[in-house]
């Protein structure tokens, strides 16, 4: 079975730092991957996903993501946080194959921006 | 207009009532997918639908039951809600394999 893993569920940066949100996986197929970001009192949004074609992938807000497959990671970066990047983060993979799209989440990380 | 709504966005009730939660989506999607949020826990699925005819149910459905009237409709119920169904709700929509699209979720209070 597919899962994920985000290591850290709370992770506090200053304004301008880098951020570093960690996911690892577990596939047995060729994964999908995507991170979505939930602010307060919101549904949640996609910031980007993997789809099997290039490993480095931009999405919004200036956030990326580098898809390891030996490392079974999908690490989601940003090189300078601002105060509007306070959210949960959540990873998720792809279930299936077959064009199945059952989304496993991670347990998703709180990201705090301080001045 | 949002694509994905979803009615009521909050609502408290007691032990033992029934419970409907609906969603409806604009973005012409077969499938469509209910999860639960809880803290700690990420989003776990509750049911899913490929289309009007194929419901299936998800990790944790036990408690809960779906219904897909149409294409943009799609709703949960809790045939006789309890306190550890106390959760967020959302409702999801996608084509394929690719992006879900959420919508702003439900609160649900059993008290």
Request: net charge positive; with cysteine.
């Amino acid at each position: 079975a597919q899962s994920v893993t985000q290591l850290g569920s709370h992770v506090s940066v200053s304004e301008g730092a880098l951020v570093l949100l960690r996911c690892n996986y577990s596939s047995s197929v060729p994964p999908y991957l995507f991170w979505y970001v939930q602010y307060p009192n919101q549904g949640l949004q996609l910031l980007l996903k993997y789809t099997s074609a290039a490993t480095l992938v931009k999405g919004i807000n200036g956030f990326e993501a580098e898809f390891k497959k030996s490392e079974t990671s999908f690490h989601l970066t940003k090189p300078s946080a601002h105060m509007s990047d306070a959210a949960e983060y959540f990873c998720a993979v792809s279930e299936g194959g077959g064009g199945y799209n059952k989304l496993i989440f991670g347990a998703g990380t709180r990201l705090a921006v301080h001045p | 207009d949002a694509d994905v709504t979803q009615t009521p966005r909050n609502r408290i009730t007691k032990t033992g009532k029934r419970i409907m939660l609906e969603c409806s989506q604009t973005k012409g999607h077969d499938r469509m997918y209910w999860y639960r949020q809880d803290p700690g826990l990420g989003l776990r699925l509750i049911y899913y639908s490929f289309d009007v005819k194929d419901i299936n149910k998800g990790e944790i459905s036990d408690g809960y039951s779906v219904s897909r009237q149409a294409q943009a409709k799609f709703s949960l119920s809790l045939e006789s809600a309890i306190p550890n169904q106390t959760a967020l709700y959302f409702c999801a929509t996608s084509e394929k394999r690719d992006t879900q699209y959420f919508g702003p979720g439900t609160r649900l209070t059993v008290l």
